[in-house]
């Protein structure tokens, strides 16, 4: 299935003035990369965020939130965050924002 082009230039949106952002293939989708840390993803519909193994427990139990999984093995740091919960602009750009965070806190590559 491909990646949800609109989510995904919606996502470029607030990326926009973000400093060392680049785009990069994976996943099936487009990630986001910022100093060469990955901040966030589209996939599918799905946008996933990267927030840490500290992060993810208590954001994965909201609506329309999981935590992402490789190959059935779940990966505590990164949520997926279904369509439905990013539909509104605020709602997306608090799931980017969290990602942005994360990835600016890491050293840059």
Same mark, same amino acid.
């Given at each position: 299935? +491909?990646?949800?082009?609109?989510?995904?230039?919606?996502?470029?949106?607030?990326?926009?003035?973000?400093?060392?952002?680049? $785009?990069?293939?994976?996943?099936?989708?487009? /990630?986001?990369?910022?100093?060469?840390?990955? %901040?966030? %993803?589209?996939?599918?519909?799905?946008?996933?965020?990267?927030?840490?193994?500290?992060?993810?427990? +208590?954001?994965?139990?909201?609506?329309?939130?999981?935590?992402?999984?490789? +190959?059935? @093995? !779940?990966? @505590? /740091?990164?949520?997926?965050?279904?369509? $439905?919960?990013?539909?509104?602009? $605020?709602?997306?750009?608090?799931?980017?924002?969290?990602? %942005?965070?994360? %990835?600016?806190?890491? !050293? !840059?590559?």
């Amino acid at each position: 299935m +491909a990646y949800d082009e609109g989510l995904a230039q919606r996502v470029r949106e607030v990326l926009a003035d973000e400093p060392g952002l680049t $785009e990069k293939r994976m996943f099936g989708g487009v /990630a986001f990369m910022l100093d060469g840390n990955m %901040a966030c %993803a589209v996939t599918n519909d799905d946008l996933m965020v990267r927030v840490g193994k500290d992060g993810s427990d +208590a954001l994965a139990g909201q609506p329309g939130v999981r935590v992402s999984d490789m +190959a059935g @093995k !779940p990966m @505590k /740091a990164w949520l997926l965050v279904s369509a $439905e919960a990013t539909q509104q602009d $605020e709602d997306l750009t608090g799931w980017v924002r969290r990602g %942005a965070d994360f %990835a600016r806190s890491l !050293p !840059p590559k």
